[in-house]
Each structure stands twice: as structure tokens, then as C-alpha cells.
T-cell receptor
Framework: DSGVTQTPKHLITATGQRVTLRCSPR?????VYWYQQSLDQGLQFLIQ???????AKGNILERFSAQQFPDLHSELNLSSLELGDSALYFC????????????????FGEGSRLTVL | AQSVTQLGSHVSVSEGALVLLRCNYS??????LFWYVQYPNQGLQLLLK??????LVKGINGFEAEFKKSETSFHLTKPSAHMSDAAEYFC???????????FGQGTELSVKP
């Protein structure tokens, strides 16, 4: 158990819909990262938050957005869903203070599997 | 920019044989390097990491990896494969400033009895 909790574990929805994925980081971790894993794209970094602020953006579509709340949990919002958005979405957290020299180890949740029909 | 290339999307070995999974990286700054393992229907679990210091790094489950700067490589090895090692393995690089990890495409390891 990594200590990172993601809900829901599975989600099936239709094209055009909107979903929200939730992540609770490990206790004390201020950084949260979102990754998308698909067969054709592999593990793609989407976005990073540190203590409520967006710190880095990767290959995140404009239809997707995220935020980190004061209690440090994070949500990834996916809207106008397309078939190609079907994937496993991982959240990870890190104890390393942003900008400091650190080992950068990420602790991953078990993922939310999204199926768009 | 940083990137990782894993050579071979599928590797198959016999139980008891040497496991060698290849990873090459590109980084403009001294890299931190990681190997993660993903078992079916699970998240990623850290196997080992290289930060600074000793270039031969030992991890969990008998795995080790050697950082070779001259070859920009960080190959993962295990002397004797077990059936339980069957999983997908990911090599990753970071910029050592608390930032994101960049992952390779992954290598699926199969272990034959």
C-alpha cells in the first residue's frame, strides 16, 4: 500500500460526458502528479501541483483540468470525453519540496480506469 | 529536455535465467534515475533509484541497476528470474529538483517455467 488513494477505481461513461477523478496523497506529501497510461501512449505526465499551486504541465488536453485543494487532495476533471480518453489515470505524490534537490521518488496510487463508450 | 528509451517492449526469459532490461536516458542535467514495476491491475512500485554516489544500485526483490554515464544507460538486472517477476517494468528520469518523472515506454517481462 503506497498510501495514495484514488477513487473511483473503475468508471464507465459515454462520449461527451464529464467525470472527476479524485486523489488523496500520502500524509504529509505536498506534491501531486497526474499521469495517463494507455496502450498506445504509455505513461504520459499530465500535470503537477505543489501545495495547491500548479507547478508543471505536460501533455494535458484543454478538455482536462485539475486542482489541488487546501487539504492537499486533488481532482482531475475530464470533460467532453472521447473514446480515445479511455485509459488508466494515475495519481502520485512526493515528499520532496518543490525546487529543492531531492530524490524525486513518486508514490503511485492504484489508478482509476476510465472507459468511454 | 529529458527522455528515456527502453529497448525491447517484450522480454521473455526462463525461470532461473538472467534478467536484463535495457534503459537509455537523455538529460541535460545530472539525472536521477528510477526503475518501477507494475503488476497487473496495480499501480507502480519503486524497485530502485540512482541519485548520486555509488553507480551500482541494489533494489527490492533481488534487482539491481548500474548507472553508466559514458553510455547514458541504466540497465536493470537480476541474476535469476522467478515466476513472480512477470510484470511490466518502467525506467524513469527526473531533473532532481522535486519535479516530475519522465517514463520510458515500458518493458513487459515474461518468465517461462
Amino acid at each position: 500500500d503506497s498510501g495514495v488513494t484514488q477513487t473511483p477505481k473503475h468508471l464507465i461513461t459515454a462520449t461527451g460526458q464529464r467525470v472527476t477523478l479524485r486523489c488523496s496523497p500520502r500524509s504529509g506529501d505536498l506534491s501531486v502528479y497526474w499521469y495517463q497510461q494507455s496502450l498506445d501512449q504509455g505513461l504520459q505526465f499530465l500535470i503537477q501541483y505543489y501545495n495547491g499551486e500548479e507547478r508543471a504541465k505536460g501533455n494535458i488536453l484543454e478538455r482536462f483540468s485539475a486542482q489541488q485543494f487546501p487539504d492537499l487532495h486533488s481532482e482531475l476533471n475530464l470533460s467532453s470525453l472521447e473514446l480515445g480518453d479511455s485509459a488508466l489515470y494515475f495519481c502520485a505524490s512526493s515528499p520532496v519540496k518543490y525546487g529543492s534537490i531531492g530524490a524525486g521518488e513518486l508514490f503511485f496510487g492504484e489508478g482509476s480506469r476510465l472507459t468511454v463508450l | 529536455a529529458q527522455s528515456v528509451t527502453q529497448l525491447g517492449s517484450h522480454v521473455s526469459v526462463s525461470e532461473g535465467a538472467l534478467v536484463l532490461l535495457r534503459c537509455n536516458y537523455s538529460s541535460s542535467v545530472p539525472p536521477y534515475l528510477f526503475w518501477y514495476v507494475q503488476y497487473p491491475n496495480q499501480g507502480l512500485q519503486l524497485l530502485l533509484k540512482y541519485t548520486t554516489g555509488a553507480t551500482l544500485v541494489k533494489g527490492i526483490n533481488g534487482f539491481e541497476a548500474e548507472f553508466k554515464k559514458s553510455e547514458t544507460s541504466f540497465h536493470l538486472t537480476k541474476p535469476s528470474a522467478h515466476m513472480s517477476d512477470a510484470a511490466e517494468y518502467f525506467c524513469a528520469v527526473s531533473n532532481n529538483q522535486g519535479g516530475k518523472l519522465i517514463f520510458g515506454q515500458g518493458t513487459e517481462l515474461s518468465v517461462k517455467p
